[in-house]
């Protein structure tokens, strides 16, 4: 009775728009029209989708192919415009963490063929100060969210940012991967966590790849052992 109660004084609303729906962190059938979810065949390096199928070997998008990425496989699970835009920024400026509970379902299915024994989950982090300006730090968000669907440990701190740097967006590819030089490390009281262990990076959006790169970089400077990358949402050049 209590629960029936609390659901008619609030009913569940859309993530997307606010419009009723008929359960908590979905999405009405507008917002799921807008939202461009990842599906077929993909680039094996950062999941953006690519015409034709699968053929047995390595495919890789123009981006890939023209910068080597220095991590073994990933997966993003939105294209980044429309709705899947609107919730990404949602969640990390708009002081709306609850869409990481939605994300994590996309999350969860794009992963799958990433996914190893003994796997642990590491969120790219924040700066401080950037995180005391934010209250939260949305890749930590989906990264716990992403655990309770696979049953994966999370070390939300398993990185971290020695220096503020300033925002990638307008930055071409060489200015994001200078603009993050040096700033990112391993936690020296997480380093253990880690050692010859697969290690699955997750973030919101994923453009030129710099920071994935930089991570990875970090994560085998300490020892780690296979890398593997995932994002919420991937730039898709004229997407």
């Known amino acids: 009775m209590f629960q029936t109660a609390v659901r008619l004084l609030f009913p569940p609303?859309?993530?997307?728009?606010?419009?009723?729906?008929?359960?908590?962190?979905?999405?009405?059938?507008?917002?799921?029209?807008?939202?461009?979810v990842i599906g077929g065949t993909v680039c094996d390096s950062c999941g953006a989708p690519l015409l034709g199928r699968p053929d047995g070997f390595r495919l890789e998008c123009d981006d890939c192919m023209a910068t080597p990425r220095p991590w073994q496989d990933g997966?993003?699970?939105?294209?980044?415009?429309?709705?899947?835009?609107?919730l990404v920024l949602a969640l990390k400026h708009g002081d709306r963490p609850e869409v990481a509970?939605?994300?994590?379902?996309?999350?969860?299915?794009?992963?799958?063929?990433?996914?190893?024994?003994?796997?642990?989950?590491?969120?790219?982090?924040?700066?401080r100060l950037r995180l005391l300006k934010r209250r939260y730090n949305q890749s930590a968000l989906l990264a716990h969210a992403l655990a309770a669907r696979t049953g994966l440990p999370v070390c939300p701190?398993?990185?971290?940012?020695?220096r503020a740097?300033?925002?990638?967006?307008?930055k071409?590819?060489?200015?994001?991967?200078?603009?993050l030089?040096?700033?990112?490390?391993?936690?020296?009281?997480?380093?253990?966590?880690l050692t010859a262990r697969p290690i699955l990076l997750v973030d919101d959006v994923?453009?030129?790849?710099?920071?994935?790169?930089?991570?990875?970089?970090?994560?085998?400077?300490?020892?780690?052992?296979?890398?593997?990358?995932?994002a919420l949402a991937r730039v898709i050049k004229d997407a």
Request: overall charge positive; aromatic content about 4%.
């Open 181 to 193: 030089d040096g700033a990112i490390a391993v936690h020296p009281r997480r380093r253990h966590r």
């Open 206 to 230: 994923m453009t030129s790849g710099a920071t994935f790169a930089a991570c990875t970089h970090a994560l085998q400077d300490a020892g780690s052992g296979e890398v593997f990358v995932l």
């Open 13 to 36: 609303r859309c993530t997307g728009c606010g419009a009723l729906v008929e359960s908590d962190f979905g999405l009405c059938p507008a917002c799921w029209r807008d939202t461009p």
């Open 157 to 162: 701190d398993l990185l971290q940012r020695r």
């Open 101 to 127: 509970r939605l994300a994590a379902t996309w999350l969860a299915q794009a992963a799958r063929p990433l996914l190893r024994p003994n796997m642990l989950i590491a969120p790219v982090p924040l700066h």
């Open 75 to 86: 997966r993003s699970a939105l294209v980044y415009r429309d709705n899947a835009r609107k």
């Open 165 to 170: 740097t300033t925002s990638q967006d307008g």
């Open 172 to 179: 071409t590819a060489a200015e994001r991967v200078q603009n």
